[in-house]
């Protein structure tokens, strides 16, 4: 019993897995427990002498400084959290227990090695972040950016960049794409998104990765000092991208937990990409008409009150085209639907070319369309461009297979301010004007 007591504190504190530091008025260790050289990298015989606030990571010496000063002034400390940085130049995050012993005249201190629990919590915080920032983020841009920055915070990314395929799924465009000063540069990027979206796989590329890669990525591969990294974006209808990664000149090259980091990453963008697209799609299928991609009835209002409230206001006229295909029902009943189809597409791009920029052309439905042209002061314009509207269709249309058709519209005007003031007044006449005209039209045919 006399022998165990008698034993040296050292004995047993080797044993624990928290190491045990004694540090003099001035600083330095006196003491360390066998631990602090897994923790700190130093050997024992090492860290006696040094300076504490030496080994402190520099943004945490002023801090640790005024804790060791309440220390020496009797606070006891629990707690206490600072980082360290250990002999390979990695941090370590300790979490502090210490005392003052004035008898002794040492600070007594308990240190725990919290970096795997830092780590994890930081890991967790980011992909919280980056899932939050995917599920609110309108603007992919911003996305791809803030991206970045968290997956810097726990990844070499010196290089990140985000390639997205268009929507025939053929080319690769980088919608985001950061080089830092690496040499990875943007050709020797896509290259790599290239290689990753044919072989819909994630890939590393590294010196002598014994990969199997197109002749311009091993040469990138053998003379690369770091490490690239490039996994897909894959949403549930195929590939839409590549997130690609690279380190700085002279890092350490990727490891199999950062792929399924950056893995995880991935389907966050790719989820917030797809529900982009979709938003844009739903907001295309309601305002445009499908078939010839004008807007439809509902952007056509919008663009009618629009256009007359600037007209009002800058006291300018506008004017109201309404134009409906003569006999396009035969069309259908004689060639079909879609040939039908085919000519609606055409004669939409043709009557389009025959307006200005600023001007707009809607399909309401079935053979009507609407024009409306703004900032026509005077009435005369609107017969300019509907004469233009019929010659422009005085060629036959070439349905292909040998078909050609004659096609002509009756066309109704409504000028603003003359013939009222509001949206329904305007498209009300127009209407009536261009019955007028198909029944002119019909009966001049009948008398030819
Ligand atoms: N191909 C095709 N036909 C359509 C579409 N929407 C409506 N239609 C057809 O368009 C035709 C319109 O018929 P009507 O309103 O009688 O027009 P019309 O034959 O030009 O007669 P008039 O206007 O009196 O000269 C109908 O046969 C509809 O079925 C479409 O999206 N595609």
């Known amino acids: ?9 050292a004995h047993f504190t080797d044993l624990l897995l928290d190491a045990v530091c004694m540090v003099d008025a001035g600083g330095r260790f006196v003491f360390v427990s066998a631990a602090c050289e897994r923790i700190f990298g130093y050997t024992q015989q090492e860290m006696i002498g040094k300076l504490v606030i030496d080994l402190v990571a520099p943004a945490d010496r002023e801090r640790t400084l005024a804790a060791a000063r309440n220390i020496m002034n009797g606070e006891s400390h629990i707690h206490f959290e600072n980082r360290y940085l250990r002999k390979d130049g990695s941090i370590a995050h300790i979490m502090w227990s210490a005392r003052w012993s004035e008898p002794d005249q040492l600070r007594v201190a308990v240190a725990r090695d919290v970096t ?3 780590q994890a919590q930081a890991l967790q915080a980011a992909l919280y972040a980056i899932s939050e920032a995917a599920q609110a983020s309108d603007d992919l841009v911003h996305l791809f950016q803030r991206s970045h920055a968290i997956i810097g915070d726990l990844l070499p990314a010196s290089g990140f960049g985000v390639a997205l395929l268009d929507t025939a799924g053929k080319d690769l465009h980088f919608a985001y794409y950061v080089d830092g000063g690496t040499l990875f540069n943007a050709s020797l990027a896509r290259a790599l998104c290239e290689e990753v979206v044919r072989r819909a796989a994630p890939l590393l590329l590294k010196p002598g990765s014994g990969e199997a890669l197109p002749a311009q990525l091993q040469a990138a591969a053998n003379s690369m000092t770091g490490g690239a990294l490039a996994v897909p974006l894959t949403t549930p209808e195929g590939i839409v991208g590549v997130v690609v990664l690279c380190t700085g000149t002279g890092g ?4 199999t937990h950062e792929r399924d980091l950056l893995l995880f990453v991935a389907d966050q963008l790719a989820a917030a990409i797809q529900r982009k697209r979709m938003h844009a799609q739903m907001h295309f299928m309601a305002m445009y008409d499908e078939l010839t991609r004008l807007p439809n009835r509902r ?22 085209l309404f134009i409906d295909l003569n006999r396009f029902k035969m069309v259908n009943d004689r060639y079909g639907h879609a040939c039908g189809d085919q000519l609606l597409r055409q004669v939409a791009r043709r009557i389009a070319f025959c307006l200005r920029d600023t001007d707009t052309l809607a399909r309401l439905g079935g053979d009507e369309f609407v024009a409306v042209l703004e900032n026509s002061a005077l009435p005369s314009n609107a017969g300019l461009v509907v004469d233009k509207i019929h010659l422009a269709l005085e060629a036959p249309v070439d349905l292909g297979e040998g078909i050609q058709l004659q096609v002509s519209v009756s066309i109704g005007i409504a000028h603003y301010p003359e013939h009222g003031d509001n949206r329904e007044a305007l498209m009300s006449h127009a209407d009536q004007r261009m019955y007028a005209a198909k029944a002119a039209a019909a009966e001049a045919g009948s008398k030819d």
């Open 116 to 118: 795997l629990l830092k």
């Open 299 to 320: 952007l056509l209002h919008d663009r009618i009150d629009t256009a007359l409230a600037r007209a009002q206001r800058q006291q300018e006229g506008l004017s109201l």
């Open 1 to 9: 019993m006399e022998h165990i007591v008698a034993a040296p504190v």
């Open 252 to 255: 350490a090259g990727y490891m």
